[in-house]
């Protein structure tokens, strides 16, 4: 079974602040793809980031950075010097090898003030 | 520029009715799903496709169908909408790359919010 979860539901920070998004997957494959999307208010899901259960790796993209641990099963997403334009719903999501669909999680709602 | 274009973004139907939810992707993509959003419930997979006329369940597939005759189009039913099916719609694709490789990245459309009264 693969199971997603998302135990932040809503978080609010002030502009400028560090956010980390919390994301604890379960599965029973070895080989796996983990994902965030992000859902602006107009709705469309953008994909933000893809990684594989062989790559622990840590990733960062300009504000953005993804620390997976599969010691943990975690794959958290952190948003340094948060802007407003960050206020969004992020989903986390789990993609097994040998299946086709994403199993995403609850999402978390950011929500960034100026 | 990729595109997942559904057909409705706005629908009002009435309890009973069979309504017909259209998707169109342009990027040769082979594989097509359906999921329906809802507050507190995150993303859940409705229907998918892997092929044309190929279609498995997903997590919840009761109380639609779907159809994919032409590989950029996948068509979900709703044979007799119930007001439990008020939801928000989201269709999405992804590619097969080669050797048969799955990553699974998906590709949006804008959704279609569809009540039920």
């Known amino acids: 079974a693969q199971k997603v979860t998302q135990a932040q539901t809503e978080i609010s920070v002030v502009e400028k602040e560090d956010v980390t998004l919390d994301c604890v997957y379960e599965t029973r494959d070895t080989t796996y793809y983990l994902f965030w999307y992000k859902q602006p208010p107009s709705g469309e899901l953008v994909f933000l980031i893809r990684?594989?259960?062989?790559?622990?790796q840590n990733e960062i993209s300009g504000r953005y950075s993804w620390n997976f641990q599969k010691s943990t099963s975690s794959f958290n997403f952190t948003i340094t010097a948060s802007q407003v334009v960050d206020s969004a719903v992020y989903f986390c999501?789990?993609?097994?090898?040998?299946?086709?669909?994403?199993?995403f999680g609850k999402g978390t709602s950011l929500l960034v003030t100026p | 520029d990729v595109k997942v274009t559904q057909s409705s973004r706005y629908l009002v139907k009435r309890t009973g009715e069979k309504v017909f939810l259209e998707c169109v992707q342009d990027?040769?993509?082979?594989?097509m799903f359906w999921y329906r959003q809802d507050p507190g419930l995150g993303l859940r997979l409705i229907y998918f496709s892997y092929d044309v006329k190929m279609k498995e369940k997903g997590d919840i597939p009761e109380g639609y169908s779907v159809s994919r005759e032409k590989k950029e189009r996948f068509s979900l039913i709703l044979e007799s909408a119930s007001t439990n099916q008020t939801s928000m719609y989201l269709c999405a694709s992804s590619p097969l790359l080669g050797a048969g490789v799955n990553t699974g990245e998906l590709f949006f459309g804008e959704g279609s919010r569809l009540t039920v009264l």
């Open positions: 999501a789990l993609s097994p090898n040998s299946g086709y669909a994403l199993n």
């Open positions: 990027m040769d993509h082979e594989n």
């Open positions: 990684r594989n259960s062989f790559d622990e």
